[in-house]
């Protein structure tokens, strides 16, 4: 049977615009890979009466109801009380959320660890339903049927939300579904995306299943293959030829299959290559490098560090960037780059460097060099190789896609490919 | 008098999950600025009935409808097709919208140029429209009135749809508005929450206008005050006595009124204290602190650059660490949190130097700290202060919150609060 859900978040800081409503987008996604189709996403305020009219006509057309934010002591349980009240609930006591809330209270207040009658509340549920227990934050949410309809419950932020999503509101949800979506992405770096879908525009209109959809994202393209089956391992079937004919047509271009980013496929690579470390000298990236690849757990085991040489003197002084071609070619050069990532690798002792140096803007530099100009260098035992960029967009974006060139140079060294 | 839109987002990729909808937050806090008031968001895939049945809806409750997204070719325009359908309109053809577009595709193409008769159909508008123009993509928006109620158009794209607005809806929506919203929001670093809102929920509660609304992200809070009055000017003045008091209660917790981050607030504190310069040894945060103060333009006259020292060996020779301290207290210790910042100032020759070491996650280090543990140190001519810190949450916020204690240091120094 298959099921149509409604997403609606409770939150006046929504109608603001204070936040954007990202858990719509990681419930959506969640939802689209268990086959569950979504027409529509509502957002209300902190308002009982249009709640309840979003809930009426949200029965009308959807058999699965999920809520996100309203619940806890700020808004007096607003969700809990309304749907409670829609669908004909009583909300009885829970003893098993309020001893966890008393737990989480006292981690996070270990001089007092006291709650409040206000927080009590929250541990009041509509009858008979199942407890989504609340390991991440104090507002337990939970599931109940009634009318026909699956209600769950979830809370607004989003660091609360995603985990009780895929801890306890994706295992209830996967009771009730047969059938499957299957999904892959393919990532690309190094084509722009007018180019990719120029090249695939007349056979994304004739796939229906599996379906591929282009998304962009500063400077890269994603790929996504999507196929409905019976089962997974259907869906997935289906895919595998699409998969394998989109291969071959952007060869090398195809930096991973489902992975998180460029620069995680760097420090897989550089973890399979035992022994093999990076580090990384940055001028218009600032850190930006050594950050990405930080973000990922286990970087330690192959990044050493790296210099954020934001001035010609930490260039010269620390960086034993010759102060002649500072002099002659500027801080923004092929030369300097190159000295840069020469210099990084030296300092660190690191197999492989990368470096960047460039204008990000919103000004030209003293040398005139125009916004966007960005000259990334990688440099290993013997050698190393300067790739010029021409980036577009604003600072952020410059810096991201410069950032990117890198990895994509130590990704295309480490897997043999030309630079 | 006193309007109120509502805004519905056509788009299956919205359903999917692909995207968030960004458009709706841009939106709403553009007509919250105008004082009308959003109570509903809707979010519909790319399907006439469903987009119909959103749109009567929305006419019961709204008397502004602005639409984002499902305009173009690759949607048969279903956006105006339905509303113009819905509100009885026909479409006719614009001349000059076909003229932009022309302009546009010789501009995106020089080599052909040439547009398809799929471009021409974006050319119709709604009879009796107020054609909004697109400068930034190809469809053009549009706003009409029929029964009652404002319809606007708007691309989907945030790119196109961000400057459409500004520069074609508000001008069009500020005809129909007296009275106007101003707020104004006080950034606080140093207090949990929890604690935040304790202290203020009474008085929250008890507030009209200006109302009085707590945000939480990552280590901060933010309080906004928001007060609605005939004028911009009325409505602060509304403002300014809460705004007093709560500067009052938080004392120098408030790192700013209105601005954008803790550090653009030290960036500019050292722009003014002409010659004060900076740069950051970083372990655990791993570039972070650099990414942070560069991601802002203007960075390069105060921020001399900085250490990613990822190993022991970079935190000796390059920060010149002691090895005995390494040795003795550990990479994660107070003394070569002190050291690392004293090392990198002399390094780089910057005034001021932060460091950061700690235990990021996901697991404890060699030495059995904790997850969450960092030292943040600011070392100055002839002093440094080192301060113990136990960030809870996963490693993105663990190096956040240590990043943003390290410019809490910077901005404490430089405006001479206690350490």
């Given at each position: ?184 992405s393919l990532?690309l770096?190094?084509m722009?995306e007018s180019s990719v879908e120029s090249l695939l525009r007349?056979?994304m ?7 591929l959809a282009p998304y962009a994202k500063?400077?890269e393209v994603e790929l996504r293959l ?20 989109l ?173």
């Amino acid at each position: 049977m298959s099921h149509t859900a409604e997403l609606i978040a409770v939150g006046t800081e929504l109608l603001l615009g204070s936040i954007a409503n990202t858990d719509a987008q990681t419930i959506s996604k969640a939802l689209s890979a268990l086959g569950i189709n979504v027409y529509f996403h509502t957002v209300v305020g902190d308002n009982p009466q249009r709640l309840r009219r979003a809930v009426e006509i949200a029965k009308g057309r959807a058999d699965i109801i999920i809520t996100t934010g309203g619940l806890g002591p700020t808004c007096d349980d607003l969700t809990k009380n309304v749907l409670a009240e829609c669908f004909g609930k009583k909300l009885v006591y829970n003893e098993e959320a309020a001893r966890r809330m008393e737990a989480y209270f006292r981690k996070l207040h270990p001089d007092t660890g006291k709650m409040t009658e206000n927080n009590y509340q929250q541990a009041y549920l509509p009858e008979g339903c199942v407890p989504f227990q609340n390991d991440w934050g104090t507002a337990p949410g939970c599931a109940f049927e009634a009318e026909g309809v699956h209600v769950l419950m979830l809370p607004g932020p989003p660091s609360e939300c995603s985990p009780m999503l895929r801890h306890r509101a994706i295992p209830y949800l996967s009771q009730l579904t047969d059938g499957a979506i299957a999904s892959r992405s393919l990532r690309l770096f190094g084509m722009g995306e007018s180019s990719v879908e120029s090249l695939l525009r007349d056979r994304m209109n004739a796939m229906t299943n599996p379906t591929l959809a282009p998304y962009a994202k500063e400077g890269e393209v994603e790929l996504r293959l999507t196929a409905k089956a019976g089962s997974e391992a259907a869906a997935l079937a289906l895919i595998a030829p699409a998969e394998a004919e989109l291969k071959e047509q952007f060869g090398d271009k195809v930096y991973g299959v489902d992975v998180p980013s460029l620069e995680w496929v760097c420090l897989e690579l550089l973890k399979k290559k035992k022994g093999l470390t990076l580090s990384a000298a940055e001028s218009c990236t600032g850190g930006l490098m050594a950050k990405r690849i930080t973000d990922l757990p286990g970087a330690s085991a192959v990044f050493k560090g790296g210099v954020v040489s934001y001035t010609n003197e930490v260039k010269e002084n620390v960086l034993k960037v010759p102060a002649g071609l500072l002099e002659e070619f500027g801080a923004v050069s092929e030369p300097v780059a190159r000295a840069m990532a020469q210099g990084v690798r030296a300092l660190t002792g690191s197999d492989l460097a990368l470096s960047a140096t460039g204008v990000a803007g919103p000004d030209r530099d003293d040398r005139d060099n125009p916004v966007g100009l960005v000259y990334v260098a990688l440099a290993w035992e013997g050698g190393e190789h300067v790739r010029t960029v021409h980036a577009a967009g604003g600072r952020s974006r410059i810096r991201t896609v410069a950032a990117s060139h890198g990895f994509d140079l130590v990704r295309r060294y480490l897997e043999g490919l030309p630079l």
